[in-house]
């Protein structure tokens, strides 16, 4: 494809919306080996995958995610003239909320787990419960772009929904150390129960203020203790109940040393008992297991997202500074909002775009993540083509990665062609190799070069 740009004075310098990232045929390679190893761990476990568009009504996203999520909302225009029921006074009021909710009524999504629970509604009499899915897509926030925060990335979605078993928990925390594993990425995985951030609130007097204690001390990493207890004031949290929340915020110990000191704090609570009953069963069966990852009770663990109503987890990286890496939860009602009461649901999220910037930093993707083609067959002309062209198809059939050179140009092009897209071997077929039914391999990096049989070709290659 050729562009061609006519006018160069008034042509626009190319550029992406901030908070995006093209990625380079390498780059991409290496986006699917994240993909193709989160995939393959989900389907270990019985996970079927699912797609959902890009965009759905704002009456399916809005209210689900607290607050501070839709304002985090991105809004599509309704197409047409959708100013038309505007009037002048409303237009010169420029409240952005009401204008929004007048002339848009679609969002880009913001996250995963809420349209899958509108597809779960709308599909429900055509799946099996307890249904479990992955789903592998993009997803946007209007969010201040930084260093490991996108507005548009992607997310690594499995949730299991139909169930209340905590078995479901442990899965999950079986993939997660699993994923991570094959990552060669050493993490912690965070754990907390928001049944415990209730008693909390409880025992602190502030029941009714439970969004804002968890959006609030979700935010300890990132601002600091003195900042978390600042934003608990301004949202009306009493000096009383900062003080008493002091103490459990900076609890520290062994997970099970924490629970004995919840279990006295959280004793006249019946919600936060029953929390501090699930984080004990989670430990417990997890301990059965041979999961490598670090697994940390972390009372300062909110998520910040409203329909987290049980067992909720984080996971960090150990070796690279960035935040979250995989998150979620239990979700007890999701559905609730759409029509289907009562059904329990539990899923993670992997951050591929984090992910991808971790593993590039520590340098742990494998030689063959980004495997293109292998060799390069060098064009002298039509005679030449007719001879390579079903060498050529036999090595794509045998499945290594091969092609041929589209035109005969000079062969220092091709050969500079070769070292561009680092193509390890390059093969030559002249005169004297058509003789011999046989074709000349060059090994790039060595400089090496063999007269050999097609046979001799698969050989070489494939013990590269």
Not at 63 to 83: A, M, P, T
Request: charged letters at 25%.
């Amino acid at each position: 494809m050729h562009l061609n740009f006519i006018n160069h004075k008034t042509m626009q310098k190319p550029a992406i919306p901030k908070g995006t990232r093209d990625f380079s045929p390498e780059e991409t390679a290496k986006r699917n080996y994240i993909f193709d190893t989160v995939r393959s761990v989900f389907r270990l476990y019985g996970f079927k995958q699912i797609e959902t568009p890009a965009m759905e009504n704002l009456s399916t996203l809005t209210g689900k995610y607290g607050e501070e999520g839709d304002k985090l909302l991105f809004k599509i225009l309704n197409s047409g003239g959708f100013l038309s029921e505007i009037s002048d006074d409303e237009l010169l009021n420029r409240n952005p909320v009401r204008l929004a909710n007048k002339i848009c009524e679609k969002g880009l999504r913001y996250d995963l787990t809420v349209p899958f629970a509108r597809f779960v509604v709308m599909h429900r009499n055509e799946i099996t419960f307890p249904f479990k899915r992955f789903q592998i897509q993009p997803v946007w926030r209007a969010d201040r772009p930084q260093k490991g925060r996108y507005r548009e990335f992607y997310q690594c979605d499995a949730d299991m929904i139909g169930s209340d078993s905590l078995l479901n928990e442990i899965e999950l925390i079986q993939i997660m150390d699993e994923v991570y594993r094959r990552f060669g990425i050493r993490v912690c995985i965070k754990i907390n129960n928001r049944k415990i951030l209730s008693g909390i609130a409880e025992m602190i007097g502030e029941a009714g203020k439970i969004t804002d204690i968890t959006v609030a001390i979700d935010k300890l990493d990132k601002i600091g203790l003195e900042k978390v207890n600042e934003e608990l004031a301004s949202r009306g949290i009493s000096e009383t109940a900062i003080a008493k929340l002091q103490p459990v915020i900076l609890l520290s110990g062994s997970n099970r040393e924490k629970l004995n000191v919840l279990k006295d704090v959280l004793k006249n609570s019946g919600t936060g008992m029953k929390g501090i009953e699930e984080i004990e069963t989670i430990l417990n069966k997890t301990d059965l297991l041979p999961v490598a990852s670090k697994l940390e009770l972390d009372l300062t663990l909110a998520r910040g997202l409203n329909y987290y109503t049980g067992a909720i987890f984080e996971v960090k990286a150990l070796d690279v500074e960035i935040g979250s890496i995989t998150g979620g939860g239990r979700y007890d009602n999701l559905t609730g909002v759409f029509g289907l009461p009562d059904v329990s649901g539990v899923g993670i999220s992997f951050g591929a775009d984090r992910i991808f910037d971790v593993l590039n930093q520590l340098n742990l993707y494998p030689e063959n993540s980004g495997r293109q083609t292998q060799v390069l067959f060098v064009n002298f002309g039509e005679k030449e083509e007719n001879y390579l062209l079903p060498v050529l198809s036999g090595l794509r059939k045998s499945g290594i990665p091969a092609e041929i050179y589209p035109e005969a140009a000079k062969l220092k092009k091709q050969f500079a062609y070769a070292d561009d897209n680092h193509i390890p071997f390059v093969a030559i077929a002249g005169e004297n190799e058509i003789g011999e039914g046989k074709i000349t391999l060059k090994n790039m990096a060595t400089g090496e070069q063999r007269l050999i049989s097609f046979e001799e070709v698969l050989i070489m290659i494939n013990e590269r």
